[in-house]
């Protein structure tokens, strides 16, 4: 009978640990906060501000590098709802335009990710001395792999990882969330892009591709340099 009570507790105690597992979950609606970038497997660095609206589901990124004697800035426009995407350059005054592929949003755990584990930032040997978060691992369709850290409270992404054997690894780091939107504005593209034609023969960028275009544009500039 002791036996029977002590498995029957012990089953109470696993449905309930089961119940209390991390589930994947969606960031706050409106969020404005800074990211950096780490590219083409450390090679180049970025830091900015991104600016989130769940509601549209759009996205706006602006980042930074230095190069030596190059700047290099990126400002991009994620329209998930319209599969979009502009990369805006503003002293030349000119817009290019991509196909944005949607599956992964960066601002909430897909439902298909697995959780990795969950760990304290910091310490947990007494109150305000360490980060509670959630470490989720997925593909993606094309068998790319992604890791993604979020707090357990409030959903804010920490890091994001996406590791692809062409490009190698880029990882994302975010701070300094504010839940809201500083600019409305940001999520509309400048008047000059109006104009702009979808890219052909390209791939659809994602979050993660689009955030290291970077190294791209890097590339491009130091190609244009040794051509003049």
Same mark, same amino acid.
């Given at each position: 009978m002791n036996s029977v009570c002590v498995l029957s507790c012990f089953s109470l105690v696993l449905v309930a640990a089961s119940g209390q597992a991390p589930k994947p979950c969606g960031a706050p609606e409106l969020l404005t906060g800074g990211v950096s970038v780490i590219t083409a497997s450390g090679l180049m660095m970025t830091s900015g501000t991104v600016a989130y609206d769940a509601l549209g589901q759009r996205l706006r990124a602006r980042h930074y590098g230095n190069f030596g004697n190059l700047t290099v800035a990126v400002d #991009?426009?994620?329209?998930? *709802?319209? #599969?979009?995407?502009? #990369?805006i350059n503003w002293s030349a005054q000119k817009c290019r335009k991509f196909p944005l592929d949607t599956y992964f949003m960066p601002m909430h755990v897909p439902e298909d990710a697995l959780l990795l584990g969950q760990t304290f930032l910091g310490s947990s040997s007494s109150w305000g001395m360490g980060l509670l978060t959630n470490t989720w691992v997925g593909q993606f369709p094309n068998n790319d792999t992604y890791l993604s850290t979020f707090t357990e409270i409030?959903?804010? +992404?920490? /890091?994001?990882?996406?590791?692809? +054997?062409? /490009?190698? $690894? /880029?990882? &994302?780091?975010?701070? *300094? $969330?504010? &839940?809201g939107l500083s600019n409305p504005e940001d999520f509309f593209p400048p008047p000059f892009c109006y104009e702009a034609k979808m890219e052909k023969f390209v791939k659809p960028q994602n979050f993660f591709s689009a955030m290291g275009s970077l190294a791209t544009t890097v590339q491009s500039m130091n190609n244009d340099t040794l051509t003049q």
């Open positions: #991009e426009l994620m329209l998930y *709802n319209q #599969e979009v995407m502009y #990369e409030g959903c804010l +992404p920490v /890091t994001l990882t996406h590791y692809s +054997p062409k /490009t190698g $690894w /880029t990882t &994302i780091s975010t701070y *300094n $969330w504010v &839940i």
